[in-house]
């Protein structure tokens, strides 16, 4: 998702772009396009409309206009509405693989980015001028920069020399589509219960898309188990807020992790997206986040003459810096904060839901939260162009 964004960002510059895809668009296996739901913030929005696809994505996206949070079985509870803060919405939720349809159909317009999918790249040599790429096909590819979107576990990123530290959650999401005897009504419900996050998003179709935290013993049987006794265990833990639960669709389980890459850049390569940071879902910023480092990189590219140039490489890692270290922050210390089941804890986040409910400033800190965590804003989330 995060690597299809960054072509198209960069199909309006002089350059001439290669997206190198393993697995194939429109194929079932494929791991970021696949069954999941992502949540997209104001800011992301903002970028893709700015990149000419939000016109296409809006008809199968739907509007999330006020955030329920509560914690299972405590007194803590917090609601935020997108008027109260002069908002159309706080996000839109919007299927992985309808944004990736738009994505790769938007990009197969593009004369100056070439689509080499399925392909897989398979070795990395850097030089001072260049950097080569093996593909998998045999074939090698020269490049000024190599921007590695490859995944957590980035294959660019290992043979870069970057080093990357991985902490385990000891957590599964479990993810599938609900349908209710209510439709959607543009409400997410974000549930704090003793296995871990519950969160259901609305949907186009008036259904909810449910992320599910669990342990992964746990998470398996409920992969497993038949569709009623899916429905009522969700129903148990979830409670009524959304009506009855009446049908679940097709379940997917992703082991969750912190990974955390020590640089952003090395000789020629950048890292964006999942191989610079992959986050915990719990607040649904992963691809939000990944989206702003593609902003980031493609502006300074297009001001840029040689796009792999130190400087411009320490640019890019210095304007990213305060995003990235706010929102790995503020995502692992919330999961931290909801995983504990010490009395002091549960009170302190009970008290905390209460008084986040009667404070203003902080909810309007919250609904600012699509935006970043600083450093200055990228053109493409302010509607503007990638130069002026
Ligand atoms: C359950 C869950 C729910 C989430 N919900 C949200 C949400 O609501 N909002 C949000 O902002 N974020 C969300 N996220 C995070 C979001 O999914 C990620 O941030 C996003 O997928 C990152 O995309 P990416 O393109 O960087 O990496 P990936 O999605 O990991 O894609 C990497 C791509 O690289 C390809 N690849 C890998 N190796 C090679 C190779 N050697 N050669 C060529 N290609 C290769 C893969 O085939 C894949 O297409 C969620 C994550 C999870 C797990």
């Not at 957590?152 to 005897?181: C, F, M, P, W």
């Not at 219960?193 to 519950?198: F, I, R, S």
């Not at 833990?237 to 639960?245: D, K, L, N, Q, T």
């Not at 609904?367 to 200055?376: D, I, K």
Request: hydrophobic residues 45%; aromatic residues 6%; charged residues 20%.
């Amino acid at each position: 998702m995060v690597g299809a964004s960054l072509a198209l960002a960069l199909a309006g510059t002089r350059l001439k772009v290669q997206l190198i895809e393993a697995v194939a668009a429109g194929s079932n296996e494929q791991p970021s396009f696949d069954e999941r739901s992502t949540a997209l913030g104001n800011g992301a929005r903002q970028i893709l409309s700015t990149l000419g696809v939000w016109d296409q994505i809006a008809p199968a996206a739907a509007p999330i206009r006020e955030i329920h949070v509560s914690d299972a079985g405590h007194f803590g509870f917090a609601r935020l509405n997108a008027a109260e803060h002069e908002l159309a919405a706080f996000g839109y939720t919007v299927n992985n693989r309808q944004l990736g349809a738009v994505l790769w159909r938007a990009l197969q317009r593009c004369p100056q980015v070439q689509l080499q999918s399925p392909a897989r790249v398979t070795a990395l040599d850097v030089g001072l001028q260049w950097a080569e790429l093996r593909i998998d096909d045999g074939s090698l590819l020269q490049a000024r920069l190599v921007v590695a979107a490859d995944g957590a576990h980035s294959l660019v990123k290992q043979t870069a020399g970057i080093d990357s530290s991985e902490r385990d959650y000891g957590q599964v999401a479990l993810v599938a589509n609900i349908r209710t005897d209510r439709s959607a009504r543009a409400i997410a419900y974000e549930r704090f219960t003793a296995t871990g996050p519950l969160a259901l998003l609305p949907l186009a179709d008036g259904g909810y898309t449910v992320v599910w935290t669990l342990a992964p013993d746990r998470a398996a049987a409920m992969r497993e188990c038949d569709e009623a006794e899916f429905c009522r265990l969700l129903q148990h833990s979830f409670g009524w807020r959304a009506g009855r639960i009446l049908a679940v669709g097709k379940r997917a389980s992703y082991p969750l992790a912190l990974v955390r890459a020590e640089e952003l850049c090395a000789s020629r390569v950048a890292l964006v997206g999942n191989a610079a940071q992959t986050l915990h879902p719990v607040a649904a910023q992963g691809f939000n986040l990944g989206l702003r480092d593609a902003a980031t990189l493609a502006e300074l590219i297009a001001g840029a003459g040689d796009p792999g140039s130190e400087q411009l490489l320490s640019q890019f890692a210095q304007r990213r810096g305060a995003d990235r270290r706010g929102m790995i922050g503020f995502t692992d210390q919330l999961v931290k904060l909801f995983d504990s089941q010490r009395v002091t804890a549960i009170a302190a986040r009970n008290l905390g839901l209460l008084l986040f409910d009667l404070n203003a400033p902080a909810k309007r800190a919250l609904s600012r939260l699509s935006w970043g965590f600083g450093g200055a804003l990228p053109r493409l989330s302010r509607g503007l162009p990638l130069q002026s």
